[in-house]
């Protein structure tokens, strides 16, 4: 079991293997913009990694974590006692497919989502079952996560969503089904002249059609070099790194 350093002292439990931070957590994390003392779901939450982000950079905030899988739930829980959270972490096990019998409808007014990925026999599958699940859409569609959103979220709340460039055209149409509008977008890019690898995504619940497109997140410089936004969002500048 290792152990990641996040801001105010708060850590993040993480096996070798099946649970790990990753940069789309991170980014995920740095794009979401709630009010001081907002109480958010975290959708697909795995071992809590971006509801811990959050609450690192706002204390304020309180944070339900809805996730299927038992021994994300365990990780999720470990932390939360080890961060002295249980005020402000709440870990709730379930299928979002079943969303309706696990929380009220509009119990929330932020909400965000680092979902599977690849559908049904497309992409990559990774051969261990914790994995599949988490990268793939065998256990919830992305149609059923924006259906699970938007049965959470009040009228005029936000979902805060990373998702896969290629599938701008999915996830626009699955989020309008679910009473969702599409608000902001932000593409996040290897390099400078690279195309995106991940996108970043802000929809409202019941919200006018408009969307604006935020400037590229750049992860690296043309020279391979850290990038600013990489170093603030890994918080470079404070370690000295």
Known sequence: ??????????????????????????VLADF?????GAALCDLCAGSGAIGLLLLARDPSLSVTAVELQAAACTLMRRAV???ALEARF????????EIRDLLPAGSFRQLVCNPPYY??????????????????????????????AGWLLKS?????????????????????AAGLEPKRLRPVCPK???????????ATRGGKPSLSWDPPLLLANADGSPSEDYRRIYHMQESGN
């Open 90 to 97: 709440r870990v709730l096990q379930g299928d979002l497919r």
């Open 192 to 202: 400078p002249n690279a195309a995106p690898s991940l996108l970043l995504i802000q």
């Open 119 to 148: 559908p049904v026999g497309g992409g990559y599958v990774p051969k261990d079952e914790v994995q599949a699940i988490a990268r793939t859409e065998r256990c919830c569609t992305l149609e059923q996560v924006c259906s699970a």
């Open 156 to 176: 005029g709340g936000n979902l805060w969503m990373v998702h896969l460039p290629g599938r701008l055209a999915d996830l626009v149409t699955a989020l309008r």
């Open 1 to 26: 079991m290792d152990l990641e350093f996040l801001q105010n002292g708060i850590t993040l439990p993480q096996t070798p293997d099946a649970f790990r931070l990753g940069t789309d957590a991170m």
């Open 81 to 83: 006692a080890e961060n």
């Open 32 to 36: 979401v913009a709630v009010p001081k």
